[in-house]
């Protein structure tokens, strides 16, 4: 019997030693994932922002192109699409709900290809571009009154100018003085 107890015993500490060791290592791995988690929060957070900029530049450039809009249509526009962008981070709806209104009203399907090799920061980005993407178009149609061949029109020339990017052809920056010029020449004529 005491030999019993006495092996219970010392595997109750050795147990305890054990668990001790297992606690500080769990914290340490945990502090770890913290921190690694925030910065990766940060990050996402970063990429998304700079993504919905540059995408609501490239709104504001297209509509301009497409349809000679001035700076207050596009005014109303981007007001309508941050109300949309509201409903979206309220959870009063879902993104797969507005795709599915999109489908029904303008006959509009979505190719959605994310892929599990992308990196972090294009799964972000690539998130984002189909958020604005489907805000967009609905903004256009509640506000603005858009059927399908005019949304066409406005969503194709935006992805003309994404591709002109991607391919090139077409910089940043230049697209961003097309973007500050949109406001100008409104400006200039009303100082006339």
Known sequence: MRLARAMRRKAER????????AVKSYAKAKKAVRHATMHEIVMQAAVRRQAVVEIMATIVVAMHRSYGWGMDRLLRLRKKMRVQMECLKGRYVKLEEMEKILKNELDWEFCIEEKDTWETYRKVEYRAARVMSVVFLVALRD?????????????HELTDIWTAINAGSLSIEDMWREHDAVGKNARASLAL
Not at 14 to 21: H, P, R, T, Y
Not at 143 to 152: I, L, M, N, P
């Open 14 to 21: 050795s147990a305890a030693v054990g668990e001790l060791q």
């Open 143 to 155: 506000e603005f009154g858009f059927g399908e061949k005019r949304a066409d029109r406005a969503y």
